[in-house]
């Protein structure tokens, strides 16, 4: 087989592990990987959590692989490099440093945070956003004792976020659309149970409010909201969620829609072009529908599969989404996708943070979300895979689904077809 | 060699077939697994983050982490699945007369 060039955009948790699997793979090829970012890549988790709290943490201490691991396996790494275009017919993308050619590609450049036009006329250090290690250390610089931040949106970065400065001193509110946290992805008894959790730290939440406008008046900035309120802040967080970083993908004429559109092999409308990660729009065959999953989890194993298809391993990515997320000491753990579903049973104790909620359609799990949940949630993930089919007498408000797991691993429960 | 030292860890019947417990003994976060009446000694704490795996879930010899799910054989302390890549420690295990008992390094600790 002739030599192959395979490269990689976006050096990322993705990219790595996805240039790791290529490279152990196929040793004989070339794996170029690319990065706009300076550092190299590096894990996202702790810029929202620890990062913030560690006066003295640094690039080093969350580097997916020391730096010399990257070279000894023989992996070209690229940084600071901006790739301009993707040309899929010519086999070759365009660079801010010249052009690379390839035989396969994968896209796994990630997401941006969205912006917020009110937001236009702050100067740079008072409007943080949250992605990038640079963006963390510049957010970690500005959470001191009594300066007051807004954090607009909670979702789970905003709510980490909020955890972390109230750590530090901070005087925090929390502005939100909706009318409650996290919605994108918590039930309504995770969502309360999370508010409770930071409003009882000195959080101070204004839901369905929306920011009309900011302005810097001397020292501080000033919100207006829609109903004419006005709050003074030295800091603010815009934390609305990201985009898809697709504009490669869909400049060279790719099909995107929330993301790259790709099979469950991680292959776009191009057949020499992959996609892995928060970029990704993945056909999902479990649950019928095309899923783009920010998480951790997906950007490990959805890359190494990916990786592997691109090599010829064939292999579809059928991973239940996970992700989870540690405020004030306590560990929320969500997976799976509760839409369409037809029952809920909530167990354990949500007032003491030991709690998690099941949701099923038709008697097969298909989603949890819950606190303090580990065992529980490895079994509910496998329950969740197999789509065993769990009898109704175990469905009460004690759910076990370790005992279910275990049942289904004796072949004790149907599966559905 | 490092001299060893045992350690009554619990009772045979305090850790039912196909589960798991955890014990702090000799300086050590021990973790001890009951597969069909054999039991295995491995360290507690996951190689990949910090977490308690006998807080995980135990499927065949393979437990998985509550935390992030990487996977170990329990009997070899092989890393079987990701995200974890190192190895666990094992220790030598033996029951007599009900209780299991586990061997450690001697240690300033632990003597």
Redesign the interface.
């Known amino acids: 087989m002739a030599v192959r060039n395979y490269l990689v955009i976006g050096a990322g948790k993705a990219g790595c592990h996805a240039a790791e699997t290529i490279r152990a793979a196929d040793p004989a090829s070339t794996v170029v990987l690319v990065g706009q970012e300076a550092h190299p890549p590096y894990e996202r988790p702790p810029l929202s959590k620890d990062l913030l709290l560690d006066d003295t943490g640094g690039i080093a201490d969350i580097l997916v692989r020391p730096l010399r691991e990257l070279s000894d396996k023989g992996i070209d790494l690229r940084l600071s490099t901006r790739v301009t275009r993707l040309e899929p017919a010519r086999h070759v993308v365009h660079t801010d440093r010249g052009t690379i050619p390839y035989d396969r590609v994968l896209l796994a450049t990630g997401a941006r945070p969205r912006s917020l036009p009110q937001a236009g006329m702050l100067r740079a250090e008072r409007l943080h956003h949250l992605r990038t290690f640079d963006d963390a250390e510049r957010l970690r610089h500005r959470l001191r004792d009594g300066v007051r931040i807004v954090v607009i949106g909670a979702g789970l970065i905003g709510l980490e976020v909020a955890a972390a400065a109230r750590a530090r001193g901070c005087a925090v509110t929390v502005v939100e659309r909706s009318g409650t946290v996290a919605s994108r992805i918590a039930c309504d008894d995770i969502a309360q149970a999370l508010l409770r959790l930071h409003r009882d730290n000195g959080v101070k939440f204004l839901l369905d409010s929306n920011v009309e406008a900011m302005d810097e008046r001397g020292p501080e900035v000033v919100l207006t909201l829609e109903d004419g309120t006005d709050l003074r802040a030295d800091t603010v967080l815009v934390s609305i969620g990201v985009e898809p970083d697709a504009e490669l993908a869909r400049e060279a004429g790719l099909e995107t829609h929330d993301g790259v559109r790709t099979d469950e092999y991680g292959r776009t409308s191009h057949p020499d072009v992959f996609a892995a990660g928060d970029v990704a729009a993945s056909w999902h065959p479990l649950y019928q529908r095309h899923l783009r999953s920010e998480s951790?989890?997906t950007a490990?194993?959805q890359a190494?599969c990916v990786a592997g298809n691109m090599v010829g391993t064939e292999q579809p990515y059928l991973d239940i989404p996970?992700q989870?997320s540690s405020q004030n000491g306590k560990?929320l753990h969500c997976a799976g996708c509760s839409d369409g579903c037809d029952l809920a049973l909530r167990c354990g104790d949500i007032g003491a943070f030991a709690a998690a909620v099941y949701f099923f359609k038709n008697q097969c799990l298909r989603a949890v979300q819950g606190f303090s949940?580990?065992?529980e949630?490895?079994?509910a993930?496998?329950l969740m895979s197999a789509q065993h089919v769990i009898p109704l007498q175990m469905l009460h408000e004690e759910f076990d689904p370790?005992a279910a797991?275990?049942a289904g691993?004796r072949g004790e429960l149907a599966c559905q077809t | 060699m490092p001299d060893l030292k045992w350690f009554r860890l619990a009772s045979t019947s305090e850790v039912p077939a196909?589960e798991g417990r955890g014990f702090e003994v000799g300086g050590k976060r021990i973790a001890v697994f009951n597969l069909g009446g054999s039991f295995h000694c491995v360290s507690d704490i996951c190689t990949h983050e910090y977490?308690l795996l006998s807080?995980?879930?135990l499927?065949?010899a393979c437990i998985?982490?509550?935390?992030?799910?990487g996977g170990f054989d329990v009997r070899t302390g092989k890393a079987i699945m990701?995200?974890a890549e190192t190895d666990l420690k094992t220790y030598p295990v033996e029951c007599r007369d009900g209780e299991i008992f586990v061997a450690i390094e001697v240690t300033k600790e632990n003597v």
């Open positions: 951790w989890q490990l194993a190494r996970v989870w560990l949940i580990g065992r949630l490895r079994a993930i496998r370790v797991a275990k691993s | 196909d977490a807080e995980g879930y499927d065949g998985e982490c509550p935390l992030h799910g990701a995200p």
